[in-house]
């Protein structure tokens, strides 16, 4: 029975494999993802004073608190001892902190407060009202985060009776809903980084007539101020608007201060800190290392008990010279809880902060008596959940120091940080069988692709019974593991018993339909490898030494780290024996391409990895080019003339025919200079009027409309009318009637019809496809970034040049070794009966130009270098879905171009056959799964080392975030993909057979 009958089209055979190997990826990354990204139990116990027996909290020291949180405010912000040189944007403008803690030092406390990673904002709430840990993978909840359960400071608030009067960042209300009083409740929208005022505006206009009026019922104010850390984000620290701002909350903090009464603490501090950069979310230590005051008109130290008991640690800020008080940002929340009267809640695991309970020796002791049979009470709690297994290897160690925290004030203090100190290791928690069986799925799928890979590359001719015979065996293969999976889980093995229904489902389709596969194409595969010319496996060999390389150096974590360094090397030697082998091409114009061109695809690579972002593991040694300024004069000049650039490329084939001048000089031009236009008009805004208020200046409020049309605009109009230009456009080709030079007698007036563009035909036609998508992604991408685009599209096009012209030696080889001339003559590269020259250099190259692209606009593998200001290119405010979309087409759009480009290297200079067959398709099933297979042994490697070295003290920092990057990579690489075959080689193959009749 012939194929045709169940598969409507070629094309969705080929959709249907890749669906196929997507589906593999997804059910690996899964399993692996639970196993090793796991979040934390949390308890929903309550804190409840029993009727007889130890107290479980102290008389209220005040009665009421104003709680101040400046987002991101980091401690050398304020302190009265800055890293040297001192900046003069940040360093000694919110001086009254430290003002006040040296004028009155029993009044006021000033500390460096560590807060725990993510330090994104909604972890920093939770942490700062529960006393609790987040986990990693709690980051992803920052955006849309739920309500919080567990016991918290806001909880016991609320069961005391007390007012919560919220003013600010609306994260709280997400944490929140019903907590907070209702005629004293104001959220602003927090995540609008282009609005610097509006929030902080808000948060004034209501904080002091509550302050100021006496007969107001509040009992606790939470004023949540966002300006500095959206300054932050939008402008970096080293700029003069932030002194502005700080400028501001530092009147704002004296007004509060002449506000108080002496039966009112005041607590100021930062959620976070922010990087050089101004960004957050990670572990580096500027962004952990946040601020801490705590000030009372009444006092709150009588003695220096605190300090000679020894126990309060010290440390000194980076580049700073005088040590300052460290304390644990969620020792806030024991502190507070003692010194308002309250329960301390149930899930904390912070310390008090001793000098605020110096007022007697009684006092301290009573305080860290409460705070000790909170953790322990805790503890045993947790030991007795579904998760106390954690605590098993640790529990004897803790008994024993909660049995010598009775002792003395040192003990109960060590026995708090212990158990602190155990938890934050204990919730780097695995699901070890869930990863490895996660893990199986990712790597079975390498030999899987290979085997496929090569079958394909055998079978040119019928690559469509390949393509039958996966999708079949694989589907067969499938259902029979999911049922055989779930099966398993009926009969309830007790050593996959932490592995759900879904779970073994899911795993034994996976790992049942990769197996069967294997075994159906092992013949193909061996032919194939077997029929390899010396010369082209040669070729693979070193793409194959790289791709192992690159896969191995995850086990490192300097080589993990500088990855973006190495890429460019890897890419650069895959060029080095084209260089080589162009002095021995068979003719002298296939020489100079090959150097030439070869020549502009290393010279490109190199000058791409110059821009980049650093990540902290990388200073001193590297240095940030990509927030430079000095590219905005030529970015308006570069998306003007890259089409000129595209057309020349073009021109070598006559492929710049057509619909190609009006695509390439009028529409996609406009598009270019109009998301130019737009950081253009994003810098101008900033430079003119960054500091004045939201609503006060009439010339930013003009900007940023105009930006933000523009934006619109061009989106729009690429996004639709692009797709729309090229679907229903003509090929790139120009017929012609010409007349010969010379007439001859027979035919004195012969004409013919000539076929300009004809050998590109395919080619040139997906490659506009291509250039829309690059169009948005120009758009969505800072001016640094725009160039790195540019110079990637370029190396792709040279790049292009080279694959064509080895082709080209190949073929002049191939027909030079015929036995008679008439055999050469026949030779035709393009029929399927000719097998292509087939090495894995093209699917390795096209890997490592999309990482160095990635890289090269100013991502790494960390949470703090996501480019978030990008969610507003459009929008003024935060608008979902568009936000969350528009900053994952920046991170991973760079990606996703360079994938699609893949059919390209199929296509480039392959002319169509009238009424015949060329195998475009196949050659372009071969090039994906190549892509694929290189995508998913580094996926591999960085998995297997984020699972061996999951104990490793750089776990969190640098193998999970890169683990992080390479399963997501993977994911849209496979839709890349998808689309490149399912919507572009199929429009472009639909064109080419109305026009010529040739079928893929």
Not at 737 to 752: F, I, N, Q, R, S
């Amino acid at each position: 029975m012939p194929w045709q009958t169940w598969l409507p089209t070629k094309h969705a055979l080929a959709a249907l494999v890749l669906s196929w190997v997507l589906f593999v990826h997804s059910a690996g990354l899964f399993l692996f993802t639970r196993g090793f990204l796991l979040t934390r139990l949390s308890l929903e116990d309550l804190s409840t004073c029993p009727a007889s027996g130890s107290p479980c909290t102290l008389p209220p020291q005040h009665q009421k608190a104003v709680i101040l949180i400046i987002d991101a405010l980091r401690f050398d912000f304020i302190s009265p001892h800055p890293p040297s040189p001192p900046s003069p944007n940040f360093h000694h403008v919110l001086t009254l902190p430290a003002e006040l803690t040296a004028a009155h030092p029993d009044r006021s406390f000033l500390f460096q407060a560590f807060a725990d990673p993510p330090t994104t904002t909604l972890q920093r709430i939770k942490g700062i009202t529960t006393g609790s840990l987040p986990t990693f993978i709690d980051m992803g909840s920052n955006f849309g985060g739920t309500q919080i359960s567990e016991d918290s400071l806001i909880t016991q608030l609320r069961r005391a009776g007390k007012n919560i009067a919220l003013l600010g960042d609306d994260t709280w209300m997400g944490a929140y809903p019903t907590s907070f009083y209702p005629n004293a409740t104001h959220p602003f929208d927090s995540f609008n980084v282009e609005d610097l005022h509006t929030v902080d505006e808000g948060v004034i206009r209501y904080l002091f007539p509550l302050l100021e009026n006496k007969s107001e019922p509040w009992d606790v104010i939470i004023g949540h101020f966002l300006g500095v850390d959206h300054v932050g984000h939008r402008f970096m620290p080293e700029h003069p608007v932030m002194k502005s701002k700080l400028m501001q909350m530092n009147r704002v903090l004296k007004r509060v201060v002449d506000s108080l009464d002496d039966d009112t603490l005041l607590v100021l501090l930062g959620d976070h800190g922010m990087d050089a950069r101004g960004d957050h979310g990670g572990d580096a230590y500027l962004e952990t290392a946040s601020a801490l005051w705590i000030y009372s008109k009444r006092g709150l130290s009588r003695a220096p008990i605190a300090s000679a008991l020894g126990v309060t640690p010290f440390t000194v800020f980076q580049g700073a010279a005088v040590p300052a008080r460290l304390v644990q940002q969620i020792d806030l929340v024991p502190t507070l809880s003692l010194l308002l009267g309250l329960p301390i809640p149930f899930n904390n695991l912070g310390s008090v902060i001793p000098e605020l309970f110096s007022t007697g020796q009684d006092t301290l002791s009573e305080a860290l008596r409460i705070n000790t049979e909170q953790v322990w009470n805790y503890l045993r709690a947790y030991r007795s959940s579904a998760s106390g297994g954690e605590l098993d290897s640790v529990w004897d160690a803790l008994s024993i120091s909660a049995k010598d925290a009775q002792g003395s004030v040192r003990a109960q203090v060590a026995f708090m940080r212990q158990a602190l100190e155990t938890c934050r290791e204990m919730w780097a928690q695995f699901n070890v069988v869930r990863m490895v069986v996660g893990l199986s799925v990712l790597a079975l799928s390498i030999p899987t692709l290979c085997i496929v890979y090569l079958a394909l590359g055998e079978e040119r001719g019928r690559w469509e019974d390949v393509g039958k015979s996966v999708i079949i065996k694989g589907t067969a293969g499938a259902l029979t593991g999911g049922m055989a999976g779930f099966g398993l889980h009926v009969f309830s093995l007790e050593y996959l018993e932490s592995l759900s229904g879904a779970d073994l489902a899911i795993s034994g389709a996976a790992i049942v339909s990769e197996l069967v596969v294997i075994l159906s194409h092992i013949s193909p595969a061996r032919s194939a490898i077997s029929s390899l010319s010396s010369q082209s496996l040669t070729r693979s060999l070193l793409p194959a030494l790289i791709l192992i390389l690159h896969a191995l150096a995850f086990t490192s974590n300097s080589f993990t780290i500088w990855e973006d360094r190495i890429v460019p090397y890897f890419f650069i030697t895959l060029l080095t024996p084209v260089l080589f082998s162009a002095f021995s091409a068979p003719t002298a114009h296939l020489r100079r391409r090959l150097l030439y061109f070869a020549g502009l695809a290393g010279v490109c690579a190199r000058a791409m990895s110059v821009n980049t972002v650093c990540r902290e593991e990388q200073q001193p040694q590297c240095h940030v080019t990509f927030f430079s300024t000095s590219v905005l004069p030529f970015i308006a000049p570069l998306a003007y003339f890259i089409p000129v650039a595209v057309r020349r490329f073009l021109a070598i084939s006559k492929s710049d025919k057509g619909i190609a001048p009006f695509f390439l000089n009028a529409f996609w031009r406009t598009m270019l200079v109009g998301g130019a236009a737009y950081w253009l008009v994003e810098w101008t805004e900033g430079a003119m009027g960054a500091d004045a208020p939201s609503q006060g200046n009439v010339w930013v409020w003009g900007l940023r409309l105009l930006r933000t049309g523009v934006a619109r605009v061009i989106l729009g109009s690429t996004l639709v009318g692009g797709y729309v230009l090229w679907w229903n456009a003509p090929l790139c080709v120009e017929l012609r009637m010409e007349t010969p030079d010379k007439p001859t007698k027979d035919a004195p007036e012969a004409k013919k019809i000539v076929v300009l563009g004809f050998a590109n035909t395919y080619g040139s036609s997906y490659l506009l496809f291509v250039l829309v998508f690059f169009a948005l992604l120009f758009t969505v991408t800072p001016p640094t970034g725009q160039v790195a685009l540019a110079t990637a599209l370029v190396t792709i096009l040279a790049y292009l040049e080279v694959v064509d012209s080895q082709r080209d030696v190949a073929a002049l080889e191939q027909s030079f070794s015929m036995a008679s001339p008439s055999e050469a003559l026949d030779l035709n590269l393009e029929s399927e009966s000719q097998p292509r020259s087939m090495t894995f250099s093209e699917p390795a190259a096209i890997a490592l130009l999309s990482i160095l692209t990635f890289f090269s606009t100013g991502h790494q593998a960390t949470i703090s270098s996501i480019q978030w200001k990008t969610a507003f290119v459009g929008f003024s405010t935060l608008t979902y879905p568009f936000a969350p979309v528009l900053v994952a087409m920046n991170t991973f759009g760079p990606l996703f171009f360079v994938t699609l480009a893949v059919p390209l290297f199929a296509m480039w200079n392959v002319s169509p056959i009238p009424k015949g067959r060329v195998s475009v398709l196949a050659d372009t099933m071969t090039l994906a799964l190549g892509t694929m297979l290189y995508w998913t042994t580094i996926g591999v490697g960085s998995a297997g080392s984020a699972a061996l070295l999951r104990r490793h003290l750089m776990v969190w920092k640098i193998f999970a975030p890169r683990f992080m990057l390479g399963g997501v990579a993977l994911v849209v690489v496979d839709v890349a993909l998808l689309v490149a075959v399912g919507v572009g080689s199929l429009r472009v193959s639909a064109k080419v057979k109305k026009m010529f009749g040739t079928e893929v």
